[in-house]
């Protein structure tokens, strides 16, 4: 009988933001894995911390790599199916032995969450039970102590990936905006969003719900590249209700 794979969202970082039903799974399972980057901990992992079952055997997956190399760069897509098929394996021999397997993922893992892809892989040969986990946006807009979206606002996601073109588009038609994997690209973020008239209302969020948290108006940011985890937050509108 196969064992089940449990995708366990874990948050934004803070460790308190773990939800109750994540933390009894850790508990439980004989087998945890996660997502780093080499030479890191991982943010997943850390917020597991003091979590996990006596004698749990981990599987930690170090990535290719992260930001050094663009996702439009020909070597990306080849060198990260490669990764993710690796890891699919590791995973599926454990649940081929009947034994349940939690897989980490920081934030909430079908948004932007790198274990949608091992679920892509498995979750149609292995039982799977996904845990829904506070996203990183969610974090963002709470440290910065700013309402994102009100009545009938339209709330846009938006990957920073974008060129600016498509940035200017969206930001003129959304009411509350948040862009996600800003990276290298906030001095683009921040052309696009003076050239959709939203720039001075855009907020910066770094390591939000972590040591090190940063809120900043955009305006007070250079043009970076800013760390892994950082969001700009375009709040709807801000009218009384």
């Not at 850390?46 to 790599?65: H, I, K, M, N, W």
């Not at 397997?101 to 996904?130: K, N, Q």
Request: proline share 5%.
């Amino acid at each position: 009988m196969s064992g089940v794979l449990f995708i366990l969202g874990m948050g934004p970082g803070d460790p308190e933001l773990v939800t109750l039903k994540a933390a009894r799974i850790l508990g439980a399972v004989p087998v945890v894995a996660f997502f780093a980057k080499r030479g890191q901990s991982g943010h997943a992992r850390r917020a597991a911390e003091g979590l996990l079952a006596s004698g749990v055997e981990e599987l930690r997956f170090d990535y290719p790599f992260t930001t050094e190399v663009p996702p439009d760069h020909p070597d990306y897509a080849a060198a990260i199916s490669v990764f993710y098929d690796e890891a699919a394996a590791q995973i599926g021999v454990h649940l081929a032995a009947g034994r349940d397997v939690a897989l980490l993922c920081e934030g909430d893992a079908f948004l932007y969450g790198s274990a949608m892809y091992v679920f892509d892989r498995l979750g149609g040969r292995h039982p799977c039970e996904i845990v829904a986990g506070v996203t990183g946006m969610a974090g963002a807009w709470s440290a910065a102590r700013r309402p994102i979206a009100q009545g009938d606002d339209v709330l846009t996601v938006i990957p920073g990936l974008l060129d600016e073109t498509q940035l200017v588009r969206h930001f003129s038609g959304s009411d509350a905006v948040v862009i996600m994997k800003v990276g290298r690209n906030l001095g683009k973020i921040r052309a696009a969003l003076a050239l959709a008239g939203r720039a001075d209302d855009a907020v910066y969020v770094e390591r939000a719900t972590m040591a090190g948290e940063r809120v900043l108006a955009l305006a007070a940011v250079g043009d970076g590249p800013a760390p892994y985890f950082s969001i700009v937050l375009v709040p709807g509108r801000r009218g009384a209700r």
